[in-house]
């Protein structure tokens, strides 16, 4: 997995944790702000208060007021001081206006009405607490974005051990599918929580599948081996019927098929225990090809494009092949075309297409799909796709609209020191 993957469990969990802190940290600066401007309100009519008290206090005295306060008639007020004096409270002594259009920012305008239709007007000024308050907002921003920048690295590195933990889940489950049945996840030491009762269940499903799968890998072998014994004795004895009868070539011809069907089942057996390995030989693609399929015996169009000299094991090639020409003519209809370019193999032909099930989850043995697809085993494409992982090659099955099922089997690249082969394009029919 990625380190800086945004998909990934650890940055999911660090940006769950930055959202948490953040809105925290919100909720507490909003209070804190609201806290501060409300005392900084205070703040400035305390100041307006004591003033005005004072400037009443002397004019009462002598008739005039000190210079920072004026006397005005309601008239004289700016609007929003006029509103706000009209609607304040009976029992307060003046109203108050924060006026924070320019150029008067920051000023916080008092009004007490005094008598004989007159009006004390004192102003303060406010900037000291807003820009406090400014810098107070700054502050808390600049602290938070500190602590996401320690928390968030912090969050990452704590999810490490979950990460690892699931990581090697998946490198196991991995594994399992490749083959290795034997593999594990283990939680020895680990504290139980619920990655380690997943790992758990993980192992005791993967014992049962092995289990499972053994079991049918055994039945499959021990069945192929108990009836080859009785198919010679078949064969041979069908051997002795007389030629040209009717029921003689019949039963022949199905001792030969229950030979066949019993030689597929061991292979398939074989394939399944990994007991399979490649010999890599230098091989003409090409000619490999249009030699196999020309000894089917089956009417198929081969045409061989720029095939390559692989290093590939030509028996295997060859059972692949044959497998794909024959479900294609048992299955599809005429043309029945193969195409050897590079070290690409396409099998077509002009049928009803593979299965929808066959194309979802691949070859399944003893399964032919639909009643269209013809009769069969299931076991050719089974063992195509079988000898191609043993070869290292990759087998894919697919519909072409209009035209039919088509299998490709890419063989793994030439190695440096083996060249390609230049064959000419050519098509031959093979009967």
């Given at each position: 997995?990625?380190?800086?993957?945004?998909?990934?469990?650890?940055?999911?969990?660090?940006?769950?944790?930055a959202?948490?802190?953040c809105?925290?940290?919100?909720?507490?600066?909003?209070?804190?702000?609201?806290?501060?401007?409300?005392?900084?309100?205070?703040?400035?009519?305390?100041r307006?208060?004591?003033?005005?008290?004072a400037?009443?206090?002397?004019y009462?005295?002598?008739?005039?007021t000190p210079?920072d306060?004026?006397?005005?008639?309601?008239?004289q007020l700016?609007?929003?001081?006029?509103h706000a004096?009209?609607?304040?409270?009976?029992?307060?002594?003046?109203?108050?206006?924060?006026?924070?259009?320019?150029?008067?920012?920051?000023?916080?305008?008092?009004?007490?009405?005094?008598e004989?239709d007159?009006?004390?007007?004192a102003?303060t000024?406010?900037?000291?607490?807003?820009?406090?308050?400014?810098?107070l907002?700054?502050?808390?921003?600049?602290?938070?974005?500190?602590?996401?920048?320690?928390i968030?690295?912090l969050?990452?590195?704590?999810?490490?051990?979950?990460?690892?933990?699931?990581?090697?889940?998946?490198?196991?489950?991995?594994?399992?599918?490749?083959g290795?049945l034997?593999?594990?996840?283990?939680?020895?030491?680990?504290?139980?929580?619920?990655?380690?009762?997943?790992?758990?269940?993980?192992?005791?499903?993967?014992?049962?599948?092995?289990?499972k799968?053994?079991?049918?890998?055994?039945?499959?072998?021990?069945?192929?081996?108990?009836?080859?014994t009785p198919?010679?004795?078949?064969?041979?004895?069908?051997?002795?019927?007389?030629?040209?009868?009717?029921a003689?070539?019949?039963?022949?011809?199905?001792?030969?098929?229950?030979?066949?069907?019993?030689?597929?089942l061991?292979?398939?057996?074989r394939?399944?225990?990994?007991?399979?390995?490649?010999?890599?030989?230098?091989?003409?693609l090409?000619?490999l090809?249009?030699?196999?399929?020309?000894?089917?015996?089956?009417?198929?169009l081969?045409t061989?494009?720029?095939?390559?000299?692989?290093q590939?094991?030509?028996?295997?090639?060859?059972?692949?092949?044959?497998?794909l020409?024959?479900?294609?003519?048992?299955?599809?209809?005429?043309p029945?075309?193969v195409?050897?370019t590079?070290?690409?193999?396409?099998?077509?032909?002009?049928?009803p297409?593979?299965?929808a099930?066959?194309?979802?989850?691949?070859p399944?043995?003893?399964r032919t799909?639909?009643?269209?697809?013809?009769?069969?085993?299931?076991?050719?494409?089974?063992?195509?796709?079988?000898q191609?992982?043993?070869l290292?090659?990759?087998?894919?099955f697919?519909?072409?609209?209009?035209?039919?099922?088509?299998?490709?089997?890419?063989?793994p690249?030439?190695?440096?020191e083996?060249?390609?082969?230049?064959?000419?394009?050519?098509?031959?029919?093979?009967?």
């Amino acid at each position: 997995m990625a380190p800086f993957n945004p998909r990934a469990l650890r940055w999911k969990i660090a940006a769950l944790t930055a959202a948490a802190c953040c809105a925290v940290a919100a909720v507490i600066g909003v209070l804190v702000h609201q806290a501060m401007a409300e005392r900084g309100d205070r703040t400035g009519e305390q100041r307006l208060t004591a003033r005005l008290a004072a400037a009443e206090r002397e004019y009462t005295r002598t008739g005039t007021t000190p210079l920072d306060v004026e006397i005005l008639t309601p008239r004289q007020l700016q609007a929003p001081l006029a509103h706000a004096l009209a609607t304040k409270d009976p029992n307060g002594l003046f109203a108050t206006w924060y006026d924070k259009k320019p150029p008067n920012w920051y000023w916080l305008w008092a009004a007490m009405p005094i008598e004989g239709d007159r009006v004390l007007v004192a102003r303060t000024d406010m900037s000291t607490e807003v820009r406090g308050l400014q810098l107070l907002d700054r502050s808390i921003i600049t602290a938070v974005l500190a602590a996401l920048a320690v928390i968030v690295p912090l969050a990452a590195l704590a999810t490490e051990p979950i990460n690892r933990r699931l990581r090697h889940g998946s490198r196991t489950a991995r594994a399992i599918a490749d083959g290795d049945l034997d593999a594990r996840i283990g939680t020895p030491g680990r504290a139980r929580d619920e990655i380690t009762d997943m790992s758990a269940a993980m192992d005791t499903m993967a014992e049962t599948l092995q289990r499972k799968l053994e079991n049918e890998r055994r039945f499959t072998a021990d069945v192929a081996h108990e009836l080859r014994t009785p198919l010679m004795g078949l064969s041979t004895a069908a051997e002795l019927l007389p030629q040209g009868d009717e029921a003689a070539e019949l039963v022949r011809d199905r001792a030969l098929a229950l030979n066949a069907l019993v030689e597929d089942l061991l292979e398939v057996s074989r394939l399944d225990a990994g007991a399979e390995r490649a010999r890599a030989d230098a091989v003409p693609l090409g000619e490999l090809v249009a030699d196999v399929v020309d000894r089917t015996g089956t009417q198929t169009l081969v045409t061989v494009r720029d095939a390559a000299v692989v290093q590939t094991d030509a028996r295997r090639v060859e059972r692949i092949v044959v497998n794909l020409v024959t479900n294609a003519h048992r299955h599809g209809a005429l043309p029945v075309e193969v195409t050897v370019t590079g070290t690409r193999i396409v099998v077509g032909d002009h049928g009803p297409g593979f299965p929808a099930v066959l194309l979802d989850e691949g070859p399944q043995r003893f399964r032919t799909g639909s009643s269209a697809r013809g009769r069969g085993h299931g076991l050719g494409l089974t063992i195509a796709l079988g000898q191609a992982e043993v070869l290292g090659a990759r087998l894919a099955f697919a519909n072409t609209p209009g035209a039919g099922a088509t299998a490709t089997l890419d063989l793994p690249p030439t190695p440096p020191e083996t060249h390609p082969q230049d064959f000419a394009a050519t098509e031959t029919t093979a009967h």
